[in-house]
């Protein structure tokens, strides 16, 4: 199958297909030669006759940042050794050692932006033969440079270079940098550009193709043995309900406005990526990885649709995206089959031409059913139309 797929190809598209694979390679490479070697901090170079003041500039948080991890109130002072302020040197390795998981590999952004572009060139350029014969649709978009990537992204992205950077993290630091938790709201503001702009170039792309957590549960959701299964299209409006509503308890919370203790951040109790360092800092994460794998063999990615802050976002974002899945209204007859094939209810949103429908992942399950070839991939400006504006 992937032999008559890649032989239908016309020669433009081999090109774009082997350009592709040479800038996956290319950037991960460039990520590798980038990535600092030295010295890390180990959690047990700090005592507890150090004082907060000491301590948090070598894990790059602020004094609110320690304190909060050592569960003291944010305005304990800063200059008084820990020990004197109740802190058991067990207390303070394992404070330290959690900041330290959060240290970010700069050479999974650089990852994140191979698998993004990757997955673009695929849905936008390769994925389907020019001039195809709509009679062989089913061979469009094969599904091995999907699942590729969302390997690549679990274990990469994932298991080996661990939980930090991701999405939602991303997300959560912009805000508790606002209450003083890290030195610099800047640097953290940056990484959540960097992801809103990655979902907006490929429509959520980041969340589609490259989140590890994401792709852990869209590989669990594709497995073959799993196909005849009735899944559950839980309803937008539900889910959304939920993950926003979640998203503004979170931000009620850190900022004090509710259970008075500023800096309580509700998503440390919620975060799945903690799975990739095996660090399960508290009963609940483990609750939350267990249910929402165990979920995703039932619907289609529960973590993202319930929970996620930056699926949040993300789905805010892709409003504004630059390429997406496209209903062309005068083909449509309105069969219904995109619809089936989606598993969450973006397709209806497209072919109703509804403003902020679903969140639609760019899995392109929709985009080789349509018997009218009515749905592509493609950019909301036409880039040919722009050249021939500018040229008249
Ligand atoms: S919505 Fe899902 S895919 Fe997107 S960042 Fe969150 S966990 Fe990852
Ligand atoms: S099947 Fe649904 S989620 Fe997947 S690309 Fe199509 S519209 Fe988006």
């Not at 259970?259 to 994460?285: A, E, M």
């Not at 483990?286 to 802050?309: E, G, K, N, W």
Request: aromatic residues 12%.
């Amino acid at each position: 199958m992937a032999y008559t797929y890649l032989a239908k190809l016309s020669p433009r598209q081999k090109m774009w297909f082997i350009v592709s694979v040479a800038a996956v390679l290319l950037i991960s490479a460039l990520g590798i030669l980038n990535e600092p070697v030295g010295s890390t901090q180990a959690p047990n170079q700090f005592t507890v006759n150090m004082s907060i003041r000491e301590i948090a500039p070598k894990l790059d948080v602020t004094g609110k940042g320690l304190a909060r991890e050592l569960a003291l109130p944010l305005d304990t002072p800063k200059n008084k050794p820990l020990n004197e302020l109740g802190i058991s040197q067990e207390q303070l390795e394992h404070a330290a050692e959690h900041i330290l998981s959060h240290r970010s590999t700069g050479l999974k952004y650089y990852i994140f932006v191979a698998i993004v572009l990757f997955g673009l060139v695929y849905l936008t350029r390769f994925g389907r033969p020019d001039n195809a014969n709509i009679s062989e649709r089913k061979l469009w978009y094969p599904r091995i440079p999907y699942i590729a990537c969302l390997l690549a992204a679990v274990m990469v992205c994932g298991f080996v270079l661990g939980k930090s950077p991701n999405p939602m993290e991303g997300t959560v630091k912009v805000f508790k940098s606002m209450v003083g938790l890290y030195p610099s709201i800047i640097s953290k503001l940056l990484a959540l550009v960097f992801f809103i702009v990655l979902a907006i170039i490929g429509n959520k792309l980041i969340c589609g193709w490259a989140c590890p957590f994401g792709a852990l549960q869209e590989l669990i959701y594709s497995l073959p043995i799993l196909r005849k299964i009735k899944r559950w299209k839980a309803p937008f409006w539900l889910t959304n309900t939920i993950r926003g509503g979640l998203f503004l308890v979170m931000l009620l919370f850190l900022f004090g406005i509710v259970g008075g203790r500023k800096g309580f951040v509700i998503y440390h109790y919620l975060n799945p990526f903690n799975l990739f360092n095996l660090d399960f800092d508290h009963w609940l994460i483990a609750v939350i990885i267990v249910v929402s794998l165990t979920l995703a063999f039932f619907t289609y990615r529960p973590f993202c649709h319930l929970i996620c802050p930056f699926g949040f976002v993300s789905w805010i974002a892709e409003q504004v995206s630059l390429t997406r899945v496209k209903v062309d209204h005068e083909k449509c007859t309105d069969c219904g089959l995109c619809i089936k094939a989606c598993p969450t209810e973006a397709a209806k949103g497209r072919v109703l031409n509804k403003l902020f429908g679903a969140d639609c992942f760019s899995c392109a399950r929709c985009l080789n059913v349509c018997p009218q070839d009515a749905i592509r991939y493609d950019s909301v400006f036409s880039v040919k139309q722009i050249f021939l504006t500018l040229k008249r």
